[in-house]
């Protein structure tokens, strides 16, 4: 990676760990509070992600109107068709999709942490963060060992559609 890539995405990264720590989103009880719709419901969470959508969409289709523009972090290639449908974004669902979405939304409810909050919340050092974001890790390798497919290698420069569904069949 180029020192230009590398600080690109620190900055991206250190403006969305700014955003949050404003927000108050690294605080799980506004996850909480958000998804108690029958009890002391918080919208603040859904006034977020409506802003960052509202920023985002616009300059998203800005961007990719524009004739050679690719990301400057984490391009992958062209996504075809079929790579989109296997990553369950076009057609049908997949089994697999609609599992890790309820284990990922079963983990942020109890848990109270999304995984990017959660990494800015480790700087509090608060045990809750540090067993949720290690319980997290641990996730993220028995998924890598058990399921990712042996051709996604450590140098490849990020995750494909194909690499996000898992292997392909046929």
């Given at each position: 990676?180029?020192?230009?890539?590398?600080?690109?995405?620190?900055?991206?990264?250190?403006?969305?760990?700014i955003?949050?720590?404003?927000?108050?989103?690294?605080?799980?009880s506004?996850?909480?509070?958000?998804?108690?719709?029958?009890?002391?419901?918080?919208?603040?969470?859904?006034?977020?992600?409506?802003?960052?959508?509202?920023?985002?969409?616009?300059?998203?289709?800005?961007?990719?109107?524009?004739?050679?523009?690719?990301?400057?972090?984490g391009?992958?290639?062209?996504?075809e068709?079929?790579?989109?449908?296997?990553?369950?974004?076009r057609?049908?669902?997949?089994?697999?999709?609609v599992?890790?979405?309820?284990?990922?939304?079963?983990?942020?409810?109890?848990?109270?942490?999304?995984?990017?909050?959660?990494?800015?919340?480790?700087?509090s050092a608060?045990?809750?963060?540090?067993?949720f974001?290690?319980?997290?890790?641990?996730?993220?390798?028995?998924?890598?060992?058990?399921?990712?497919?042996a051709?996604?290698?450590?140098?490849?420069?990020?995750?494909?559609?194909?690499?996000?569904?898992?292997?392909?069949?046929?």
């Amino acid at each position: 990676m180029t020192k230009k890539v590398l600080a690109a995405a620190f900055l991206s990264g250190l403006i969305f760990a700014i955003g949050l720590g404003v927000s108050g989103m690294t605080q799980p009880s506004k996850v909480i509070g958000f998804l108690d719709l029958f009890g002391v419901w918080d919208p603040s969470l859904g006034l977020v992600m409506a802003g960052a959508i509202g920023v985002h969409l616009p300059l998203y289709r800005l961007i990719r109107r524009r004739p050679g523009s690719m990301p400057m972090v984490g391009t992958c290639g062209p996504i075809e068709d079929d790579e989109l449908s296997e990553a369950g974004i076009r057609g049908s669902t997949s089994g697999k999709a609609v599992a890790g979405a309820a284990i990922f939304g079963v983990g942020w409810g109890l848990g109270g942490y999304c995984p990017g909050p959660a990494v800015v919340s480790l700087a509090s050092a608060a045990p809750g963060v540090l067993i949720f974001v290690g319980a997290m890790a641990v996730g993220m390798l028995i998924f890598q060992f058990a399921f990712a497919p042996a051709t996604n290698s450590v140098d490849q420069p990020g995750p494909t559609a194909g690499t996000l569904a898992g292997p392909r069949s046929g």
